[in-house]
């Protein structure tokens, strides 16, 4: 059932982004939540939970304090607190996030109260909230096949333009037939990352989103963080926690409202 969801503008935020929205969903309807370089985020409701599905573009903390954009390849892959970048460095592509920015961590004193990453009201999604949208849109009859069983929902939620279409990308991955792809609503763009070293990689490819859960220090690295990747060819919506997880690594960003 379709349930109008009524959002105030909360913040602007200073950005440029390439996504455009192209929801399709019959999960619920969406609607403006904040505004970022003049152009309303939207939101959806998914279950119990209300997501943006628009990536993150903002430059500064909850506070106003800012966040710094760093181009060089040595000082990002030195970075012990929060930054962002274009994609390729590039002003119209997409802004990425290394973990530290989400955490909130804004310089290097340890004993430095974190500063707070999403707007008022919102929250960067845990590993647990990524879990519980993932069961939902699989319950719920997202999965490539129609089926309530198994994780096949890389297609519904991938945008329907940007992904390389590659002989060996079957037509249920995000990379096969795109005009079928989005069917939820999620609008996920193949932004590809910046690595831990500062190199660019994966436009077209990959969608990575963080989660705000850090690894357990006592099973995993404890410079990683919990993940999620949607890949051009694969049908699965894939969690991440090796290198791929390092929190100097550049990944978009989701909203969850508290």
């Not at 935020?13 to 403006?32: I, L, M, R, V």
């Not at 119990?48 to 390849?73: F, K, L, M």
């Not at 109260?113 to 993932?134: I, R």
């Amino acid at each position: 059932m379709k349930k109008l969801i009524l959002l105030s503008a909360l913040f602007i935020f200073a950005c440029s982004s390439d996504e455009s929205s192209d929801t399709n969903n019959d999960d619920n309807n969406n609607n403006n939540t904040f505004i970022c370089d003049g152009v309303p985020y939207d939101s959806i409701v998914y279950g119990t939970q209300e997501w943006t599905v628009e990536n993150a573009c903002h430059t500064t903390y909850r506070d106003g304090t800012s966040i710094p954009e760093v181009t060089d390849n040595t000082e990002w892959e030195s970075l012990t607190a929060g930054a962002w970048c274009y994609y390729d460095n590039d002003p119209t592509k997409p802004r990425l996030y290394n973990c530290y920015a989400l955490m909130g961590i804004h310089d290097t004193d340890p004993n430095t109260p974190n500063k707070e990453f999403a707007p008022e009201g919102w929250h960067v999604p845990s590993d647990a909230e990524w879990t519980t949208l993932e069961e939902h849109l699989i319950a719920n009859g997202y999965n490539d096949d129609g089926s309530t069983t198994g994780n096949k929902i890389a297609k519904a939620m991938a945008s329907t333009t940007g992904w390389y279409s590659s002989p060996s990308a079957p037509s249920p991955s995000p990379g096969g037939d795109q005009s079928t792809n989005n069917s939820s609503g999620f609008n996920a763009f193949p932004e590809g990352k910046r690595e831990f070293n500062g190199s660019f990689s994966f436009e077209g490819y990959d969608a990575f989103f963080w989660s705000s859960t850090e690894s357990n220090a006592d099973f995993y690295n404890a410079d990683n963080a919990w993940a999620r990747l949607l890949n051009n060819e694969h049908p699965t919506l894939f969690s991440l926690n090796t290198s791929d997880g390092n929190k100097r690594n550049g990944f978009s960003v989701r909203f969850v409202r508290d």
